[in-house]
């Protein structure tokens, strides 16, 4: 599904990761551990194809993202990826439906059947309630459900999350890590997240921990 090797990357000439190699595998759930500043959230988003190593090399599903430029690499990103923030990143004048659709809209697949996968998202989600509802309306755990959901529209590969529960309090980020659960279970879906919450991480299936850019643990 997934396979990094000796990825590599430096900001201002301090190495942040210094060749870290990873696989995950269809329906795993994997959580990306360690200290704040060891690299785990920029290793997150290289995975991710949001940012370019210095050198190594990505492949997501058999493909070698670095050969995708442009264009090519936003579709690759909004057809196989789906990204949950730690602060939802929702905007803020659309409705929680209307944040949920819109990267189906931007894959130019029909207005009604995005609508209709979005609402059976929500059920799932038990948000369908709130659908006509802005972002400043919806309880932290209801923005974080949305957000899930609109990673989930396109059905992508994996789900990247950074810190997904680190704005929550423990009950709304107990009920987020038992909604991965069930989606891993009940969708086959993949994740990858960075966290600090030994909960979570817990509830893996494998643990990455990153220590001064290096891998010192991958089990």
């Known amino acids: 599904m ?10 201002k000439k301090i190495e942040v990761l210094k060749g870290v190699s990873i696989a995950v595998n269809k329906s795993d759930l994997v959580c990306i551990v360690g200290a704040s500043g060891a690299g785990k959230s920029t290793l997150l988003h290289i995975i991710g194809t949001l940012e370019k190593p210095d050198s190594g090399q990505l492949r997501i599903m058999g493909t070698d993202t670095s050969l995708l430029k442009g264009n090519e690499l936003a579709k690759f990103r909004n057809k196989h990826i789906g990204f949950v923030f730690q602060f939802h990143n929702l905007l803020p004048e659309f409705t929680a439906l209307e944040n949920i659709c819109i990267p189906g809209y931007i894959q130019k697949e029909s207005k009604k059947k995005v609508i209709d ?3 059976g998202l929500m059920e799932l989600l038990k ?8 972002p400043n309306e919806l309880s932290g ?4 459900r949305t957000a899930v959901a609109r990673a989930l529209i396109n059905s ?3 789900i990247f999350a950074d810190e997904p529960s680190g704005n929550l309090d423990s009950n709304n980020a107990d009920s987020l890590h ?11 879906q993949t994740f990858i997240i960075a966290t600090h919450n030994p909960s979570l991480a ?4 494998r643990i990455i921990e990153i220590k001064d850019g290096i891998v010192t643990q991958n089990q």
């Open 156 to 158: 992508p590969a994996i």
């Open 178 to 188: 038992q909604l991965f659960l069930d989606l891993k279970k009940e969708l086959k």
């Open 2 to 11: 997934l396979e990094a090797i000796d990825i590599r990357k430096s900001y």
């Open 127 to 134: 948000i369908s309630h709130r659908k006509d509802h802005k």
């Open 141 to 144: 755990g209801e923005q974080q």
């Open 202 to 205: 817990s509830m893996a299936d």
């Open 117 to 119: 996968k979005a609402m």
